[in-house]
């Protein structure tokens, strides 16, 4: 499912447009983004936890070149399913 199958599935679910769709999927996507770049975590119960983990610098190689190249420290987005998200998948 991508975008555009999403915002369709949530209107057709809640009865409204797609533009208002679109709206509420936009505006929960800027919400999370918003809380993750402060640093803070988004705990849904029942579907998950979507957090920022920090990576530590490392050396890495070129797989051309064979050269060793510095891989800089980064904060990377992760999510972990809740126990209902999982229970429903399986």
Do not use: W, Y
Not at 21 to 27: F, G, Y
């Amino acid at each position: 499912m991508n975008k555009n199958e999403l915002i369709a599935a949530v209107a057709k679910k809640a009865a409204m447009s797609k533009s208002e769709a679109t709206k509420c999927v936009d505006t929960v996507i800027d919400c999370v983004t918003a809380s993750l770049k402060k640093g803070n975590e988004v705990r849904l119960v029942g579907f998950g936890t979507f957090s920022v983990a920090h990576r530590k610098a490392s050396m890495g190689r070129n797989p051309r070149t064979g050269a060793q190249i510095k891989i800089p420290a980064s904060k990377q987005p992760k999510f972990k399913a809740g126990k209902a998200l999982k229970s429903a998948v399986n």
